[in-house]
Each structure stands twice: as C-alpha cells, then as structure tokens.
C-alpha cells in the first residue's frame, strides 16, 4: 500500500472503531462490507471506502472527518487521541488523502450557532476554494478553537432570532445553507438552516419546530452522478438522487411527524428560467421580494406523508400480467356509475345553469335518512359537508325551498350535512378541517360552490397557479372516510354548447380532475347533466327540471313572497313530454306571429296575449314568449325567425312552417268542438 493514501494500513481498524462491526455475510478478507446490503465498502488493500448511497468515499482521514465530525487537518490528532501510531506526520493533515500538497486556504466566513440565549455553540466556517468545516470553542487549544463538534449541542442556525417568530406562530422557512437564511433575513422574512447541508437533518433539530408553521425550500440540485464512474446515481425505488430536493422531503416528513404544518415550496415551478443548482438567493437576485415568496407560499399544498415530491417521475417498475392485475381497486361508487369515493370532479357551467340546484340535490340525495336515486342511479347513504363561497344567502333560500317541498316524516332538518359558509384557505386550514370534522365522523361527499371563490392566486388563466390550486381541492378527498370532492366551476369564456363546458384555469386544473361534469340548461325548466371527461365507464345524459317554489318561510322584510328554485330528476317520459310541451309553445307562437303579419307593429305581451299566456294576475307572460322566439331563431336546419331593429319577424321557412302549424290548429280546433257538441248530446 505504498502509494495508497495516508496511513492506508489503519482503514481496517479505523472503520470497526468508528461504525462497529462489519456486515458478516457480506464482508471478505479484502474488504468490510456495513449495512444490511452493504452499501458502505472498505477497501481493506488500498486503504480506500466507499459509500454506494451517498456517493462518498475517500481514505482514512476522510472517513474520519465525516463519522468523527472532525476538520481533515486535526485527523492525525483524533487517530493519536484514538491509540492509533501515526508518528508526527503533519504534513498528511495538510495534503489529505494524497492531495496535491497545497495548504487549505483561509476562512472567508463564519456563521455562528447560538443557543436560546445566544451563546456561542459552535461555527460553521467557510473556506476559499469553497469548503466548509466546523468547530466550537475550545480554551485548552492554542487558537481558543477546536475542529471537533462531536458532542456539540445542535441548533437550528439563527435560534435566537427563531424563538420570537415560533411563539408568535409565524411562517418560519427552512432552506439550504446559511447564506441564504442572512440574504431571506435581510429582506424582513424569518428563516433557518441546518449546519452541514443536504442530508444533514438531525432528529433533535425537529423539537424546535413542534406545531411551527413552517416552509421549506429546496436548492434545484442536478442528479447526483457517481463520483468514481460518473454514472446518473439513483434510490432503491428508482427515483434519482437530487441532494437539495431529497433534503427538502426528509425534512419535511421529519416535521410531521412533530406535528407541524410543512409545505415545500419548489421554486423552480414557479420560476422556469431558475438555473441548476440556484437557490432563494438566486430567487431575490433576479427581482424575487417578500411579498412574493409569500404569494407562492399561498400557493402551495400541505405536505403530506408518502406523497410524492411533484414533478417527481414514478419508479420503474416493470411486472407480469399476474402482479398487474392483482393491483386493481374496484370502484368505491357514492352515486352509481357516475361519482366515486377520493375521486375529485369539476361540475362546470355558465351562471344561471343550475349547478347549485343540481349540487344541492346530490347533498340532499347523499345526506337524507331514506334510500334514493338519481334517476336509474342508486345513490348511497352518508355525510355531506357544503362549502359555502358564494352568495350563502341564495343557499339558505334554496334549502328551505326544497326542504318545503319534502313530507314532514323525511325530517329534512335531521339531514347528515354540514354547511361552512365563507371564503378561506382551504390549504392553510386544511389541519384545523381535518380535525374539526374528523369530531364528526366520516364524510362521503364534499361540495365546494365554487372554485373560483377559494383561489386565491391573482391569474385563473395560469397552469402554475391553477395547478396548484386544484392539488389543494384534490386535497379534499383526504379528509375522514375518503370523500368524493365535487367542485363547481365556472366555464372558460365563450363557451356556447355543452361540449365547450372546460372549468376555467387552463390544462393544468383539468388535468387534477378525475372527471369534468357539464350542467346545461336547454331552455327555461330542463338542465342537462352530462361530461366532457370522466375516469370510469360513461352514462346517459340525465335531466332535471328546474321548479320554482314559493313558502310561507322565503318572505322579504316587508313580508312579500320570495320565490326559489331546485332542481328535481325526472323521468324520460317526463322529459319526452316537457320537450313536445316546448314544442307546442314554439308552434302557438309561430301561429300568433303570422296571424299579424309583417306590417303590424307586434310586441312581446301582444303574442302573449294572442296565445292566451298569463299569469294568475292577468300580466302577460312574456318571457315563455322570448323563450320561444329564441328557440325558433336558433332552430336547425334553418332559423324560424329573426330581429330586425327590435322587432320579431318570420324566416320564409318560418312562415311556412307557421301556415302549416296555423291549418293544424284549426282542424284540431274544429274536431275538438264536434267531440265536446258530441258529449253535450249525449
């Protein structure tokens, strides 16, 4: 081992003094194997280790200086202190493990690390070329420093800045060395870092940060790459290894499990031009602020155990046809066919189409006490929990209107849902709602009316944000019992049919959802249910009728009646005869146009009037009428009828069509009126 590094010939008892005894079945003569796959090697004839995990690996001193804690150059003096003869060879100290001789150049920087009371524990030094070693004080050495920290309390960096911030329970961040902790601090936001970098997170570390409010932020480190073949390194499961992004998730889960709220904020996501190997300060040097990093903060999902890093690939995994199958869920249905248990969905229509009324209905269906269906669909009995973001007082008047029309003995009031009216942080409050409704039990159906009122970025048009935002709604579905998360949305613009129904907020938003239902209102009573994506087999289209209701209980504050509506599934007869009832009124109305000719002034309530439409207080009902028009405007494969300067008037088709109608009518009128002379004879 002559032209072995330093004190080669020591690397055999060296390691057994510092990591016991080695790996039996795996080690041999030449070389100790530790671990239970013997990931670290000690290379017993050339005085070399290597650990296959890390990536790390050296000679002697270098072993020592990394399970020992110790600087390369007090080595010699840790293996003399440890009964080991290595003479009074200084200069090893100085060359390493077989360096090219040149002697360590001067610290540039210090960072201390201080206790609660701010007393000096030990420092992380900062050299030039870039290396950091640490040390503590020590009087019984000539410069008042020793190199070795084993022993040492470990702190959090800047602890005594961090006592106030954790009482007043503000957002504290965690990043990846400790520049950048003074660069964040400098700019008004509280922050730490632990001594040693990635992988250096030590349990006790975690105490600190119980029940803390805490972000952490990883450096965008490449993947690793073996330091001896330069090959793309990997975990066990397949993942690659990328130190700043790995260190991000074990300290993160390290934080659950002392209960506090993690989030891992990826600047990267947000900021594709960061570099690799950027951190926050890179982040502030290109224009980042407080204000900002708060933004994103807002943002980003709670972490949570056993989820994925995002943007994090899949492992490998490859199986027989035995191993893939073996794998299947069979559908957890809520509402047969159509809504599964820990699936989320977006119901998307245009204001005014009934996605309320129909969300309510499915709550009502969900949470009452008796069996029902949705139309051939049988529905399954459990809790609902109604996220209340806009207009909660059209809510209330809605429930009590339907709940008016259920027979006393359903005892509506008895129903198995929860109302949580207002608009929150659904990501920021998502402990406080687990635990709250947790106290409850288990929930089946999450209702979120909408998705517009709980985003709370500045940009609907946005895949990051908007990404971000439905991982949080996803969310949702992690509460007590798994819950199926139903979340009403508005449409992108413009959309003018049913296959146009997208929630607004790009790709990304859709993408998160398991299935995008459509509500879509075809005329003044039928909405229509349906998708325009859906994970699972399809169904058939369902339609409600939307039914106006009156009660003594919807009075305004003078005591005037107050009218609401639901929505209520109907049958396909009862569909097929509210379309020829539909038909019928276009058909009267053509008849009543024609009769005045195109010359005759005509208004709305004339035709009313002509058709013999009114309410119960003699006023026309014109709008039956405009609805009517507009169907027979837009009627395929020619329009009926069209405006011009205000006035309603008859395509040629249109006329046509209403001669016909006009001939029809009169015969049906004249056999009517023989029927009726028949019955009165007799």
């Known amino acids: 081992m002559a032209n072995g590094p330093p004190f080669a010939e020591l690397i055999g008892p060296v390691a057994r003094l510092l990591l016991g005894e080695p790996n039996a079945k795996l080690s041999s003569k030449s070389e100790l194997r530790y671990g239970s796959r013997g990931s670290m090697a000690i290379d017993l004839q050339n005085g070399l280790w290597f650990d296959h995990e890390t990536g790390d690996g050296g000679g002697v001193f270098d072993l020592v200086a990394r399970e020992a804690h110790v600087d390369v150059s007090e080595c010699p003096t840790w293996l003399h202190e440890h009964g080991f003869d290595i003479g009074d060879d200084r200069e090893h100290a100085r060359k390493g493990n077989g360096a090219d001789g040149k002697a360590r150049s001067k610290i540039v920087k210090t960072y201390d690390y201080v206790d609660e009371y701010g007393a000096l524990l030990f420092q992380v030094c900062r050299f030039e070329p870039k290396d950091f070693r640490q040390r503590k004080p020590d009087r019984n050495k000539p410069d008042g420093w020793s190199w070795s920290v084993k022993g040492v309390r470990r702190v959090p960096y800047r602890l005594s800045d961090l006592i106030e911030v954790l009482a007043s329970e503000r957002v504290v961040f965690i990043v990846e060395g400790e520049k950048d902790v003074d660069n964040l601090w400098h700019v008004g936001i509280p922050a730490t870092t632990n001594a040693g970098g990635a992988g250096k997170w030590h349990a006790e570390l975690s105490e600190f940060f119980r029940s803390a409010d805490v972000v952490v932020i990883p450096d965008y480190d490449p993947q690793k790459r073996n330091p001896k073949t330069n090959e793309p390194m990997f975990h066990d499961d397949g993942r690659p290894v990328l130190p700043g992004q790995d260190?991000?998730?074990?300290?993160?889960?390290?934080?659950?499990?002392?209960?506090?709220?993690?989030?891992?904020?990826?600047?990267?996501q947000h900021w594709p031009d960061m570099p690799l190997k950027g951190d926050v300060s890179d982040w502030l040097k290109a224009g980042g602020t407080a204000d900002g990093l708060y933004a994103l903060v807002d943002e980003t999902p709670l972490w949570a155990p056993g989820k994925e890093a995002p943007g994090a690939p899949s492992p490998l995994r490859i199986l027989t046809k035995a191993d893939f199958i073996k794998d299947f869920r069979p559908p957890d249905y809520l509402i047969e066919g159509l809504l599964q248990r820990r699936f989320v969905y977006s119901l998307t229509g245009v204001t005014g189409h009934a996605k309320s009324a129909i969300a309510l209905l499915l709550s009502e269906l969900v949470s009452s006490n008796r069996t029902t269906w949705l139309g051939s669909h049988r529905v399954e009995q459990g809790r609902v929990a109604y996220f209340v973001g806009e207009n909660p007082d059209d809510i209330r008047m809605r429930v009590i209107g339907a709940d008016s029309k259920r027979p006393d003995d359903e005892q509506p009031l008895r129903d198995n849902i929860v109302f949580i009216p207002g608009i929150f942080d659904i990501g920021a409050m998502f402990t406080t709602l687990h635990q709250r409704l947790g106290k409850l039990g288990s929930f089946d159906l999450i209702i979120v009316d909408t998705s517009a009122a709980y985003f709370l970025g500045n940009e609907e048009l946005s895949n990051t944000q908007m990404g971000a935002h439905a991982r949080m709604l996803r969310r949702l579905?992690?509460?007590?019992?798994?819950?199926?998360?139903?979340?009403?949305?508005?449409?992108?613009?413009?959309?003018?049919?049913?296959?146009?129904?997208?929630?607004?907020?790009g790709g990304a938003f859709l993408a998160e959802m398991d299935g995008n239902f459509t509500a879509w209102k075809h005329d003044e009573v039928l909405v229509q249910l349906h998708y325009t994506k859906l994970r699972g087999p399809g169904f058939e289209p369902l339609t409600f009728r939307l039914e106006t209701i009156r009660t003594e209980r919807l009075v305004d504050n003078k005591g005037r009646s107050i009218p609401t509506v639901r929505a209520v599934a109907i049958s396909q007869s009862e569909e097929d005869q509210q379309q020829r009832n539909i038909h019928s009124d276009d058909e009267h109305v053509l008849a009543a146009r024609l009769r005045y000719g195109d010359d005759q002034?005509?208004?709305?309530?004339?035709?009313?009037?002509?058709?013999?439409?009114?309410?119960?207080?003699?006023?026309?009902?014109?709008?039956r009428v405009q609805k009517a028009l507009e169907r027979l405007e837009k009627a395929k494969p020619a329009a009926l009828a069209y405006r011009d300067r205000g006035r309603w008037l008859l395509t040629e088709k249109g006329k046509d069509a209403a001669r016909k109608v006009t001939l029809r009518l009169a015969q049906e009128e004249r056999s009517n009126h023989t029927r009726q002379m028949a019955m009165d004879l007799t």
């Not at 209960?259 to 600047?267: H, K, N």
């Open 247 to 268: 260190h991000a998730q074990e300290i993160a889960a390290a934080l659950v499990d002392v209960g506090a709220r993690v989030r891992v904020l990826e600047l990267w």
């Open 477 to 505: 579905t992690e509460l007590p019992g798994g819950p199926c998360v139903l979340v009403l949305s508005h449409p992108i613009k413009h959309a003018v049919e049913p296959t146009q129904l997208l929630p607004r907020g």
């Open 601 to 623: 002034q005509v208004s709305i309530a004339d035709l009313a009037t002509a058709c013999g439409w009114t309410f119960g207080d003699g006023s026309p009902a014109k709008s």
